[in-house]
């Protein structure tokens, strides 16, 4: 069974860092694309980061460009994400995703196959 779960969400205020961890299980990093996403009160989301099968191709959303980190782990199946310059917009569900051809999706949210829980992010101005 493939299992994503993400941690490390919390309140912080504007301008701070913050790192989001995802543990995924029963699926191989060089098999899947792997992504991040905010979804917003409105409940859409937003492509954050994607990092490719390879462990060193990445793509970010339009928004986080240049302020934003994803790498992996893959002795700890983790998936990582840091953002810098945190701004009261970024606040959201912040979701890890997989898929085997997530390439062709990001920064769309549709059609990725396996989807975390989330967790919740506050910036506070």
């Known amino acids: 069974q493939i299992h994503l779960v993400e941690s490390g969400g919390g309140s912080v205020r504007a301008g701070s860092s913050l790192t989001l961890s995802c543990t995924i299980s029963?699926?191989?990093?060089?098999?899947?694309?792997v992504a991040w996403f905010r979804e917003n009160p409105q409940r859409q989301r937003e492509g954050v980061a994607c990092?490719?099968?390879?462990?060193?191709?990445?793509e970010f959303g339009r928004r986080f460009e240049g302020r934003t980190r994803v790498s992996r782990d893959e002795e700890k199946l983790s998936l990582y994400l840091q953002i810098d310059r945190l701004k009261p917009e970024d606040s959201g569900l912040f979701y890890c995703?997989?898929?085997?051809?997530?390439?062709?999706?990001?920064?769309?949210?549709?059609?990725?196959?396996?989807w975390g829980q989330g967790t919740q992010v506050t910036v506070s101005p």
């Open positions: 990092l490719w099968r390879d462990g060193t191709t990445r």
């Open positions: 029963g699926l191989p990093f060089d098999e899947y694309y």
């Open positions: 995703a997989a898929d085997e051809d997530g390439y062709l999706l990001f920064p769309d949210a549709e059609k990725w196959s396996y």
